[in-house]
């Protein structure tokens, strides 16, 4: 017998754009919600013309909108037209959660704020998505994830140590909050099935976000005033940090005072081993260079089997078609590849969910749809008749 994923019967609205949005509400579709995409007909996701192959992003199909776009219907609505906003509300009217990441304030302009579609389904779950939250002076603030992690003191961090602020190399503020906004979402959906059975308003802002995923460095600045400082891959313990071996780069974790003392004693030493934490921050200069002089007289792969055999977390560092090569990946099931013959996007491989379920696993049923693929069938099931049909059509409302 088939197991019931966690969100299945659920519906679920996503009117989002670009990443962090989008990916809230696919967390939801992979564990088997009825995702529908909502965006206009004259201006859609602006994903969809992004990402690393152009011909897709002549499509409207491209990568950075496929990633995080499969077991979505697609409905296209011009959200500025009273047929557009009319045929949302009955939708909304059938659905258990809507998410929006747009300025605080734009769908309430339109008549479809939380107060507004809570009126039409007090059950609603109504996420929103922003840059800066939905209160505050900065509320009207747009930004993305680049915007947020220079504002949120992540790129003053992060770098070689010469000033030059970096970014990380992918979206990291992105997609946690996509992850924390479909965690927020669950938490709320939980709330409503354990009490009054009412909906809410879920406010996610990707600053908060960003000085989350900061905690232990803000939690360090907030006592002591000392601002946390560009360090590139060097650690506060010289056990921890990437050297250069022989052929390649190679990233060591010796992190508690048990493995250092493996890993000087498996190095032959043992004068090096320190006592207390202290002891390691005040020699840091001096073990960086022992284990510089060491690591480089052998190949990264030697040392990776050497640390490892003895415990001690290592990595020689891989570019991402090694990494997505390795058969770890194969057997947790994170990727899925479309089969798709005959379509635009036939092998497209996207990452499904960062976990597994023993009571029903993520999954990836069907793949990514062109826009408003859906649209007739959905208003359909709405209510709306051919010549209903006919003339939110020839308003251009919908495609």
């Not at 500025?80 to 605080?104: C, H, I, S």
């Not at 938490?187 to 009054?196: G, N, P, T």
């Not at 415990?311 to 089969?339: F, K, S």
């Not at 491989?349 to 960062?354: C, L, R, S």
Request: net charge neutral; proline share 5%.
């Amino acid at each position: 017998m088939a197991l019931t994923r966690a969100f299945e019967g659920l519906r679920v609205i996503d009117t989002t754009h670009v990443l962090a949005g989008p990916f809230a509400a696919y967390q939801m579709a992979v564990l088997g919600a009825e995702v529908i995409k909502v965006e206009s007909p004259h201006d859609p996701d602006q994903a969809r013309s992004q990402g690393s192959d152009r011909r897709l992003n002549d499509l409207e199909m491209g990568t950075a909108f496929l990633a995080q776009a499969s077991n979505k219907k697609a409905l296209a609505l011009d959200l500025k037209t009273p047929l557009g906003q009319n045929a949302l509300k009955r939708l909304v009217a059938t659905a258990d959660v809507f998410v929006e990441n747009y300025r605080p304030g734009a769908f309430a302009s339109l008549g479809l704020g939380y107060d507004n579609l809570r009126r039409i389904n007090p059950k609603l779950i109504y996420c929103s998505i922003s840059a800066f939250g939905a209160t505050g002076p900065r509320r009207e603030h747009t930004g993305y994830d680049n915007i947020l992690q220079a504002f949120s003191g992540m790129m003053a961090m992060t770098g070689h140590g010469d000033g030059m602020p970096l970014k990380t190399g992918a979206p990291v503020v992105d997609y946690a909050t996509g992850t924390t906004a479909a965690f927020a979402i669950t938490a709320a959906l939980f709330q409503r099935e354990r009490s009054s059975g009412q909906g809410q308003f879920v406010d996610v802002s990707m600053l908060d976000v960003a000085l989350v995923l900061s905690s232990s460095h803000l939690t360090g600045f907030a006592w002591n005033g000392r601002h946390p400082e560009q360090r590139g891959n060097r650690y506060p313990f010289a056990t921890i940090g990437c050297y250069r071996a022989s052929d390649d780069y190679l990233m060591i974790s010796a992190s508690n005072l048990r493995q250092q003392r493996r890993l000087w004693a498996s190095l032959g030493r043992e004068d090096m081993i320190k006592m207390d934490n202290n002891q390691r921050l005040d020699a840091h200069a001096e073990e960086a260079d022992v284990l510089a002089s060491i690591i480089g007289g052998m190949p990264a792969d030697y040392w990776e089997q050497f640390f490892r055999s003895r415990r001690i977390p290592a990595a020689r560092i891989r570019r991402m078609e090694e990494a997505l090569a390795d058969p770890q990946i194969a057997t947790r099931r994170v990727l899925h590849t479309h089969a798709t013959p005959g379509s635009d996007v036939d092998g497209l491989t996207v990452p499904v969910a960062a976990f597994r379920m023993s009571g029903g696993d993520p999954a990836v049923h069907f793949p990514p749809q062109p826009i408003g693929a859906q649209t007739r069938e959905i208003l359909a099931e709405l209510g709306y008749g051919p010549e209903d049909l006919a003339a939110i059509c020839a308003a251009e409302a919908v495609a």
